[in-house]
């Protein structure tokens, strides 16, 4: 459902602004948790990263060395360069499947820990998809969203942005303790 509140409806260009900002907005449904999956998030920068800095490390090791000896431990340093990288990127997740409405299921990967099957969660979806533990009531046939639901997708959605363009430790700290607060119940 789009919403244009606080819009000014005899300027063109106000109207255009609202109307972005009403694409921009936060949807939230309801559904059920059927399955709960462990996986493994791997970033594959820093994979190519690792692989990168490997090789050039492997070919600073055999300078005074053949050109093949060089290729060689060019190669050795990056395969192992990639799988330290490969290591140290991987984190922990949760796949969750959702029943939306009794009908369809979608899918979710967060490292948001705690939800169970049965739970019954607020699908948050906009810039970011959030995943909030709900009443069992919001997920019963014709249920409405509470008044609140939308300010804290909103005041969510402006933590992680806020994350996003932390700039120092300090600010980031900060920004992260909001998501933490913020984004899950």
């Known amino acids: 459902m789009i919403h244009f509140e606080n819009c000014s409806r005899g300027l063109v260009f106000a109207a255009a602004l609202c109307m972005t900002s009403a694409w ?22 820093a994979q190519t990263g690792g692989a990168l ?10 300078r005074g060395q053949s050109s093949s000896n ?13 799988q330290v990288g490969k290591l140290t990127s991987s984190k922990q ?6 029943l939306m409405g ?3 299921t ?19 979806r ?5 995943l909030r533990l709900a009443a069992d009531a919001q997920c019963a ?18 933590a992680k942005d806020e994350l996003l363009a932390a700039k120092d430790d300090a600010s980031f700290d900060r920004a992260e303790r909001k998501v933490r607060l913020l984004c899950v119940d």
Do not use: H, W
């Open 102 to 104: 009794g009908t369809s």
């Open 24 to 45: 921009a907005q936060t949807s939230i449904s309801y559904g059920k948790i059927t399955a709960v999956k462990l996986a493994t998030v791997e970033n594959s920068q």
């Open 70 to 82: 060089r290729a060689l431990r060019a190669v050795a340093g990056g395969v192992v360069g990639q």
């Open 93 to 98: 997740a949760f796949e969750y499947t959702i």
């Open 141 to 158: 046939p014709g249920a409405k969203p509470p008044a609140s639901a939308s300010r804290d997708a909103e005041a969510c959605t402006q």
């Open 106 to 124: 979608i899918t979710v990967m967060t490292d948001e820990a705690g939800m169970r099957v049965g739970d019954c969660v607020a699908v948050e």
């Open 53 to 62: 800095v490997g090789g050039a490390l492997g070919l600073l090791s055999g």
């Open 126 to 130: 906009g810039p970011y998809v959030n």
